[in-house]
């Protein structure tokens, strides 16, 4: 088992900068990578970003490339989410997900194991 807790969100102005943590905890040696989602109101979870536990790989959706950074600190079994230049449409509840088996789908939530609560961000315009 993996907990995964979040923290960080809140509400911030447009134009802004947000740091989102993600503490996992338990069995972490046996995580592949770790995910940041989020779910926007009223739709769907959608990828953000992901980052290999071991390589320090990444993958970024499209819509976030140039705005959102993705890190980890191995020895603090945390991971990251800089959130830059913030949009109104940026406000969502943003969870973080941690996958055990090795693949080549970090970008699919399908294929992860755990989950955390969700940390909500909100921009104001």
């Known amino acids: 088992q993996v907990q995964l807790v979040e923290s960080g969100g809140g509400l911030v102005q447009a134009g802004g900068s947000l740091r989102l943590s993600c503490a996992a905890s338990?069995?972490?040696?046996?995580?592949?990578?770790m995910g940041w989602f989020r779910q926007p109101p009223g739709k769907e979870r959608e990828f953000v970003a992901a980052?290999?536990?071991?390589?320090?790989?990444?993958l970024y959706a499209d819509s976030v490339k140039g705005q959102l950074t993705i890190s980890r600190d191995n020895a603090k079994n945390t991971v990251y989410l800089q959130l830059n230049r913030l949009k109104p449409e940026d406000t969502a509840v943003y969870y973080c997900a941690a996958v055990q088996r090795r693949t080549s789908n970090i970008g699919n939530r399908i294929v992860y194991d755990y989950w955390g609560q969700g940390t909500q961000v909100t921009v104001s315009s």
């Open positions: 338990g069995r972490t040696f046996s995580t592949y990578a």
């Open positions: 980052i290999t536990w071991s390589g320090g790989s990444t």
